[in-house]
């Protein structure tokens, strides 16, 4: 595995961490549950009690942060 691999994926977590910061934990948990749980935006609506759209909404600011700030370190 290449060196720059290691990089990319430490700068990646930088990011994602920073950016993540900025949102209280209902979004939060949002980002973890699709990410890292594999859940649709429908299953969290349903086990978090919120709107589908709500957490469509949620999950798209904070990817929209997320491209922010790759652009902004470039």
Do not use: C, M, W
């Amino acid at each position: 595995i290449p060196v720059e691999s290691f990089e990319d994926d430490k700068i990646n977590k930088i990011i994602i961490n920073s950016v993540l910061s900025k949102f209280n934990s209902e979004y939060k948990n949002i980002f973890y549950k699709h990410y890292f749980e594999g859940k649709t935006s429908n299953r969290i609506a349903k086990e978090i009690g919120k709107s589908q759209p709500t957490v469509s909404r949620r999950l798209n600011k904070i990817k929209k942060e997320i491209k922010n700030e790759i652009f902004n370190r470039i």
